[in-house]
């Protein structure tokens, strides 16, 4: 196996306080040895290793490549007009969702293909190195199935979200829709998913129908996540705590007891500022959730109608900005915070025997992710130990 060592990197984020300082085992004047597709070693430059090849960062500083936990692919059309009406006044509503679902259907398979493999590698082009994706958008027994079917070709952590809204197919029979997703589209999805997911919310799916889709899941051997508290106070994230969900996704509105909550699980809480920002609500309380404990990670949420960003250093900038979070603490969620959303473990840290997925900044520390938003700072990206941009 070739090893290639990546020399006098001014700062490295390692995610692993064993190896570094404080939370983010950071390490100044670094090196990162890679064999094949794990790293090797990590440590001071001035002790690398003999390998095959070097890299001489100098002046660059790395770290972890980001592991983008929620986003939604499988689209056709856009919804510009949508955006524009919006920034014109007018409120998001789950409604839109509608629209993409007609142009995902009357899509081919080599068109929603083509877009998911666009948005892939715009995200790779950006330091993004673990990608999550859903279906949601076809909302029938076989357009479901073919949007798993696709996204699975592009990337192993895929989500079964038949229940992102009642199909409009089924307008006058809600109950109807759910034994289909907990039935028959249940039974086409499972094969090709990781996960299940639940959009709860006024207008999507209420508490009883969320943990009856949930539970369905778990019994089919996937594993839960919920898209809760994204546009009101509700039941979601108390629901994915007592279902363990891996993740409790947006936590927009939330009371004390949804905040003990999470704090008090293995449940993560997973802030999406792209959509607040592009809908123009209100930003999730990150402080809140970090001073009562609970885990909190960042992910761009990417989809046509409430976050067309693939972005995660975006996001970094905004959840800095504007939900309380520390550059630290914002590096830590988009990237061992995404990790735990996903319940993985060989991604989000740079250490012996991790994954080797990394991003070079053109910058001396990862602070400047925040500090200089909206430049283009990455300037390298390894994964699985092979430099794809
Ligand atoms: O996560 N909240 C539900 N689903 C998406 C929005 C999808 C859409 O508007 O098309 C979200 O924000
Ligand atoms: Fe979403």
Same mark, same amino acid.
């Given at each position: ?95 839109? #969702? ?46 479901? =199935? ?49 996960? #299940? ?34 546009? @009101? ?11 363990? =969900? ?10 004390? =007891? ?47 109608? @409430? ?11 905004? =959840? ?29 840290? #740079? ?27 990455? @300037? ?10």
């Amino acid at each position: 196996m070739t090893t290639t060592a990546l020399t006098h990197l001014t700062q490295l984020v390692t995610n692993d306080p064993s190896l570094g300082e404080g939370p983010l085992g950071l390490i100044q004047d670094a090196a990162v040895v890679i064999d094949g597709d794990r790293i090797a070693w990590v440590g001071p430059s001035s002790k690398t290793p003999a390998t095959d090849n070097a890299v001489d960062a100098g002046g660059r500083s790395a770290l972890p490549g980001f592991v983008d936990s929620h986003s939604h692919l499988v689209f056709g059309g856009d919804r510009t007009q949508e955006f524009n009406a919006r920034m014109s006044g007018r409120a998001y509503e789950a409604g839109g #969702i509608r629209t993409t679902v007609a142009a995902t259907r009357a899509a081919t398979d080599e068109q929603l293909s083509a877009n998911v493999a666009h948005y892939l590698a715009e995200a790779l082009r950006q330091g993004t190195t673990t990608f999550e994706t859903k279906s949601g958008y076809g909302l029938t027994v076989e357009d479901e =199935a073919r949007a798993l079917r696709i996204a699975g070709e592009h990337t192993d952590e895929v989500t079964y979200l038949g229940a992102h809204i009642v199909s409009p197919d089924y307008a006058d029979d809600p109950a109807g829709y759910v034994d289909l997703v907990t039935g028959p589209m249940l039974d086409a999805c499972a094969p090709h998913a990781r996960w #299940i997911d639940v959009f709860c919310e006024k207008g999507a799916f209420d508490g009883d129908q969320a943990r009856a889709i949930l539970t369905a899941g778990k019994r089919r051997g996937l594993l839960p996540r919920i898209h809760a508290n994204q546009l @009101s106070y509700g039941p979601g994230v108390q629901l994915g705590v007592e279902l363990d =969900a891996a993740s409790a996704d947006h936590c927009t509105h939330l009371t004390d =007891a949804d905040v003990d909550a999470l704090a008090n699980s293995a449940t993560v809480a997973t802030l999406l500022p792209g959509a607040e920002f592009s809908t123009r609500a209100t930003w999730p309380d990150a402080r809140r959730l970090l001073d009562a404990g609970a885990t909190v990670a960042l992910s761009t949420d990417c989809n046509p109608g @409430s976050s067309f960003t693939s972005s995660m250093p975006f996001c970094i900038a905004l =959840a800095v900005r504007d939900m309380r979070m520390t550059p630290d603490e914002a590096v830590w969620a988009a990237t061992a915070g995404g990790a735990r959303a996903l319940r993985r473990d060989d991604v989000g840290r #740079i250490a012996p025997g991790a994954r080797a997925d990394l991003t070079l900044l053109d910058a001396p520390s990862h602070v400047h992710l925040a500090y200089r938003p909206g430049v283009p700072l990455v @300037s390298g990206v390894w994964r699985k130990g092979v430099r794809v941009a």
